[in-house]
């Protein structure tokens, strides 16, 4: 069974330059989460989809950052404009549809660096 | 939500057992423990969960206090590849989110 994937795996960016980052999860998972991870720190939740649905992004930046999952499948997350600060991580995972557990299987992840 | 507690970093020698500690002293009844690891440059893995009773499955095993104020990982031949930072995340709620703290980083050494 195929991992989920991502791309790009590295990107850098000046600041206030947009960048967009795609997610294609595991197949048939219905829920769909993308965190930031900055160096040194675990990983924190930005948004979770429950097939094109948001579930939560309470903690997602709205005045530069955005997500969608159109078709229920894949995903992209945007910032736009960069700050310095959104240097990091970008992880995404999904979870398996009758899976009632916090069982979730992530990317590898994209690097950001904003400069 | 629960709070936990873990060692910032931790030794262990190739080939003998890493218990990795967490301290969950405020988690409700029914809300499981999950362990997950990061090795460098990897997403997250995940690696197992409880909630009473002790776990074991083929990376590792779980031991939950009685009182389940805390928990121990046990990796039990630890190898060089088991380098990493683990992570202990208590459940929260029915959200089906995990919160990750600043977790162990875990160093085997040869």
């Known amino acids: 069974e195929a991992g989920v994937a991502q791309s790009p795996r590295y990107k850098i960016i000046e600041k206030r330059q947009s960048v967009a980052f795609w997610c294609n999860p595991i197949s048939g998972h219905a829920t769909l989460y993308w965190y930031q991870q900055i160096l040194g720190q675990g990983p924190k939740l930005l948004i979770q989809f429950q097939n094109n649905g948001v579930v939560d992004d309470s903690q997602l930046p709205k005045d530069r950052f955005s997500a969608e999952r159109l078709k229920g499948v894949d995903s992209t997350l945007k910032i736009q404009p960069a700050k310095l600060e959104d240097s990091a991580v970008y992880l995404c995972a999904s979870r398996a549809p009758l899976d009632n557990t916090d069982t979730q299987y992530f990317g590898p992840g994209t690097r950001l660096t904003v400069l | 939500d629960a709070k936990t507690t873990q060692p910032p970093s931790m030794d262990c020698a190739e080939g003998r057992a890493a218990n990795l500690p967490c301290n969950h002293s405020?988690?409700?009844?029914?809300?499981?423990v999950y362990w997950y690891r990061q090795i460098h440059s990897q997403g997250p893995q995940y690696i197992i969960h409880?909630?009473?009773n002790n776990e074991t499955n083929e990376m590792a095993s779980l031991i939950i206090t009685e009182d389940r104020k805390s928990s121990t990982l046990i990796l039990p031949h630890a190898t060089l590849r088991d380098t990493a930072v683990y992570y202990c995340?208590?459940?929260?709620?029915?959200?089906?989110?995990?919160?990750f703290g600043g977790g162990t980083r875990l160093m085997v050494k040869p």
């Open positions: 405020t988690i409700s009844g029914n809300e499981y």
């Open positions: 995340i208590p459940e929260q709620g029915a959200g089906n989110m995990l919160t």
């Open positions: 409880g909630l009473k």
